[in-house]
């Protein structure tokens, strides 16, 4: 994997980034053939945060979100420039595997996505598997260690072996949540991942959240900016493509310095 | 479109709005039941309750608008600032009862000098009315000129202390005057700081800085 830092400072300079960002994200552009859906956007992100992404719709924070862990290149005709460095290393290198990168940076959906043929313990250990890991005692392990971690083993430990598709919405949510945790990834990409649950089912996945930051970095696009508010430690508001604003949620719900993210989180547009 | 919210906020207005004029009327009544001697302490007390009670409703309220509309932003900060405000609208409503009933304890004072009194009433009723406007046009630079005028109170005030300090040894001192005049020169300052207060929240709506006096 290259290294984006001169080399003589290469320790250090990863040092400090691994301290201080374990996101950095330089002048992204994401496009759509020839359309730039994002422009320029800069930001860092800390490590062991939540960061939400908020904005009207199409407003590109899901394209953002994507091109964090270059899902967004899977999309026919879309392509990133611009430079996503994850703990000193840049994801867009030549160099650098894809997959890997989806294996480091995992992510939710929207809509909960187990796999439809799959038990509730397979789809757990599905990217084990993939990823060749045989070992039948470390798997049972991971499996039920992710989901103690996804909330949800208490609820299924005595049903691992029904169908995935049997849960409830909520459910199946924390379901892919541990299918992506089982995967140890050091960053966690949450596609406005409450949207398709009920009030409980909703709140269960943002304690999750609060929970899982102590191990993951987590960032989250939603619609819903009362959890935005309640679920992250920072806040960006895009628009059209434009980064607006970036800072603590506090300062974000409470005094935000741009007139138009005032106007957008007051409900006064979008 | 009107937000929902916005017809939430129009009322508590109207309801912080009508505590400002209730209050500012009940201490320029309290203040010249003082001077001319007129007894107006169940009037007085009347709307000092009714400052209280429009005090609860306007944190009822308040309290109801934000959990359904979780308000943000200068939204949140202006209803936060609302329930500062007319706890000190309710408090000045205390304090021109509080200079009633000095009247009807130990008045009345025909023969007292009041001119401190006086004096401060009217850079008091003007801080009122500052106050009260401010909020209404949520100006802030109000608090500015609202620390100011409170100096002079405070100034005022301390000086009287010690005048009267020193005015209980002589052998023509009036006790009923001095402690009639320290006591309403004491509402008086506090009635100030409570104005200062408003002025604070009306610079914290507009700007979401807490008042750099503070």
Known sequence: MAIEEPIEDKEEAVQQTAERYKVRIEKVNGWYGSKRAIRDVNLNVKEKTVTAFIGPSGCGKTTLLRCLNRMHEMTPGAHADGRVVVDGIDIYDKSIDPVIIRRRIGMVFQKPNPFPTMSIFDNVSAGLRLNGMNNKTIIREIVEESLRNAALWDEVKNDLDNPGMSLSGGQQQRLCIARALAMQPEVLLMDEPTSSLDPIGSSKIEELVRVLKDNVTIIIVTHNMQQAARVSDFTAFMYLGDLIEYGSTNQIFMNPEKELTERYISGKFG | ?214
């Open chain 2, 1 to 214: 479109m009107t937000r929902l919210l916005d017809i939430g906020l129009q009322r508590i207005t109207n309801l912080i709005m009508d505590m400002g004029h209730l209050s500012v009327d009940l201490v320029n009544s309290a203040l010249e039941s003082y001077d001319k001697g007129i007894m107006l302490r169940p009037q007085i007390f009347e709307g000092s309750e009714k400052l209280r009670f429009l005090q609860m409703e306007v944190t009822d309220f308040a309290t109801e608008l934000i959990a359904r509309y979780q308000p943000v932003a200068r939204d949140l900060r202006l209803i936060q600032s609302f329930m500062d405000a007319a706890y000190g609208f309710s408090r000045f409503g205390r304090y021109a009862y509080d200079i009633a009933e000095v009247l009807e304890t130990i008045g009345p004072f025909p023969d007292c000098d009041k001119s401190q009194v006086t004096t401060m009433a009217k850079t008091v009723k003007e801080m009122i009315e500052l106050s009260v406007t401010s909020l209404e046009k949520l100006d802030k630079n109000a608090s500015q000129k609202l620390y100011m005028m409170d100096d002079s109170v405070d100034s005022v005030f301390r000086n009287y202390l010690k005048k009267a300090i020193t005015q209980t040894k002589k052998r023509n001192f009036e006790p009923k005057c001095y402690v009639s005049s320290l006591l309403i020169l004491r509402y008086l300052e506090r009635i100030s700081d409570h104005a200062c207060y408003i002025g604070d929240c009306v610079h914290y709506v507009v700007t979401g800085d807490p008042s750099p006096r503070r």
